[in-house]
């Protein structure tokens, strides 16, 4: 693929964004009705909200929510055009393939989610899905291998369907995050609080303390 990995925030939350981006390269922000449904701002206003904080080049992901394919098609479509630079999320089940497929000759890119096996993943791929979005611990909950799941799924969407990425999903702590991406995955969207996480680093606040402390002992002030 092109361009190295991706990270992009798992949020709603438009002043987390904001705070984030000027830490992080972020790529995008991924939202999901759950995630959505917390900030309790509908999709037409906190879309372009989040559009704002993130910066125009950024990709931003929203989720159908009907079972039926032809009124996700419908969703997709209205979604779509909130904002630019939009990727409409559809589950990875009987009609989100079928609107996935029925999608994929149209302007409306698309990640397939809520995949849970390698199988599902390469049909997403198959049927035009430019992502699909293993949920890594929540494979692990259910008692299957998430890392092994994501690795699988790169192999075969590099054979059979090089146009679509894995998209690492569902993580509840940073070693995961870093296993997915040893395996060949080139994005991962990552929760607000783990982002954090990774910002924060007591180890290397001690160590510039101790820098700092040896420079002004010798110096008598804190300047270059």
Not at 129 to 157: C, H, W
Request: proline residues 4%; glycine residues 8%; contains cysteine.
């Amino acid at each position: 693929g092109g361009g190295g990995m991706k990270i992009y925030i798992d949020t709603a939350d438009v002043n987390e964004v904001k705070t984030l981006v000027s830490y992080l390269p972020i790529a995008g922000v991924t939202t999901n009705p759950t995630i959505a449904a917390k900030s309790a701002v509908k999709m037409d206003v906190v879309l372009p909200q989040l559009r704002e904080a993130l910066g125009h080049d950024g990709l931003l992901f929203a989720q159908v929510i009907s079972n039926d394919a032809a009124e996700m098609i419908e969703e997709a479509k209205r979604l779509h055009g909130y904002v630019d630079n939009l990727i409409v999320k559809i589950p990875v089940n009987k009609e989100g393939l079928k609107a996935i497929k029925a999608l994929k000759g149209t302007n409306i890119r698309t990640l397939g989610t809520a995949v849970y096996n390698a199988t599902q993943g390469l049909l997403a791929g198959l049927a035009g899905a430019e992502f699909v979005a293993p949920y890594v611990n929540r494979i692990d909950m259910l008692s299957g291998n998430g890392i092994q799941t994501v690795q699988s799924l790169a192999k075969l969407l590099a054979l059979h369907a090089p146009h679509c990425k894995v998209f690492g999903a569902s993580f509840k702590n940073n070693q995961q995050v870093l296993d997915c991406l040893q395996v060949g995955c080139e994005c991962v969207t990552i929760p607000a609080d783990l982002a954090f996480k990774m910002l924060d680093n007591p180890a290397v606040d001690a160590a510039v303390e101790q820098f700092q402390s040896d420079w002004k002992a010798a110096y008598g002030r804190l300047d270059i």
